[in-house]
């Protein structure tokens, strides 16, 4: 369809760097470049509109309840678009006055509460389950997330599109005089394995703590991630492992691509993902990837990188001992890395995301 006016909920502009923000970011960024005749008016933080310079950025009201689900809701009402998208994976509670899609990106909280701080009840016994039923599409970022939309909300798997992330063309192997100055740059050690993610209960990082301080002639370990919640047994524990872990808290998103290209393995051990990008990235990069046969790890690797269960450290020290130590592996799993990351694209997820808001105007 073409010149639509698409109000775009940019909440998660708040964390830039975090999965939501990231995702926001870049999917608004594709979707303009796809359809650039159709208009977005992007609803966010104060200061966020530098991350989507080619819409129209408006502020959303601040007030907990009453600001974002009735006064947003009449003020989306006003500019009659014609369709709502939720990066977000929400509605407000009031009536938007049009067609709208959202993407849910993990349902992890209903899997296990215990993997996040404290009660949400108004987001998950409320916002969350009425956004996923008043909207006319789904987008769920993954096979496994759609299947869990349909069994911890009942609706009909036809009402849910998969649309899955893309990853940047940053991602990619860079030549050796670049990595040697970003090694010296950023101070990181000659070998090394890599976790990348948020400290929290959900990422398992204990898990590769263990394996990695079983590991004969182990590298040293990087952890990139910024401390999230229920995180201070973890951070105690690191604090104890000596010198050769390293945790960089903060990292600039440009230096990235090289902290993976770096690595000589990407340990991604989580309980749970969505989706789960870093192992996407890391394989981009031309960087082999362990990861944890649950949820959509698995899906999202296809056979690119070892799958290897979350609850087994004996069996992650082992996995990641024959990567590091056999050189053919390596070079296999980077050739197979590349070739699936390639599949995956935000020019793609954004012909996609269109397609969905298509498809929910055509149903009203």
């Known amino acids: 369809m073409i010149g639509l006016q698409v109000v775009v909920d940019g909440a998660g502009l708040e964390r830039p760097r975090a999965g939501v923000g990231v995702y926001t970011t870049q999917i608004l960024h594709a979707m303009h470049v796809d359809r650039p005749d159709c208009r977005m008016t992007v609803f966010g933080p104060p200061g966020a509109f530098v991350h989507v310079p080619h819409a129209d950025y408006r502020p959303i009201p601040r007030t907990r309840l009453i600001g974002r689900h009735l006064q947003w809701p009449a003020r989306i009402r006003q500019l009659k678009p014609d369709a709502f998208f939720g990066p977000a994976g929400v509605l407000p509670l009031g009536d ?28 998950t016994r409320f916002v969350v389950p009425r956004s996923v039923l008043r909207a006319d599409v789904v987008i769920a970022v993954s096979e496994n997330t759609a299947q869990d939309v349909v069994d911890i909300f009942g609706i009909p798997r036809s009402r849910i599109e998969v649309v899955p992330h893309g990853v940047a063309t940053s991602f990619t192997p860079m030549s050796a005089e670049d ?66 872990l390293h945790h960089i808290d903060g990292l600039d998103p440009l230096d990235l691509p090289a902290v993976y290209n770096l690595a000589r393995v990407l340990a991604h051990p989580a309980w749970y993902e969505g989706f789960g990008l870093p192992p996407l990235e890391a394989m981009a990069c031309g960087t082999p990837v362990v990861v944890s046969d649950r949820s959509s790890l698995p899906e999202v690797v296809d056979g690119a990188g070892l799958v290897v269960p979350a609850d087994q450290p004996e069996a992650w020290r082992k996995a990641l001992e024959t990567v590091v130590g056999d050189t053919d592996l390596a070079a296999d799993l980077k050739r197979r890395g590349i070739l699936r990351a390639a599949q995956f694209s935000w020019a793609r997820a954004a012909t996609l995301t269109w397609q969905a808001i298509d498809r929910a105007i055509g149903k009203v």
Request: aromatic letters at 10%; charged letters at 25%; proline letters at 7%.
């Open 179 to 244: 990595l040697a100055a970003a090694r010296a740059r950023l101070k990181l050690p000659k070998r090394f394995i890599l976790f990348v993610g948020t400290i929290e209960p959900r990422k398992n990082l204990e898990t590769l703590l263990e394996a990695w301080a079983m590991m004969r002639d182990r590298p040293d370990l990087v952890v990139v991630g910024a401390w999230g919640w229920l995180y201070e047994p973890i951070r105690e524990r690191m604090q104890r492992m000596g010198g050769r």
């Open 96 to 123: 938007v006055g049009c067609p709208s899609v959202i993407t849910v990106h993990d349902l992890a909280i209903y899997r296990n509460s215990g993997w996040f701080p404290g009660r949400q009840p108004l987001s």
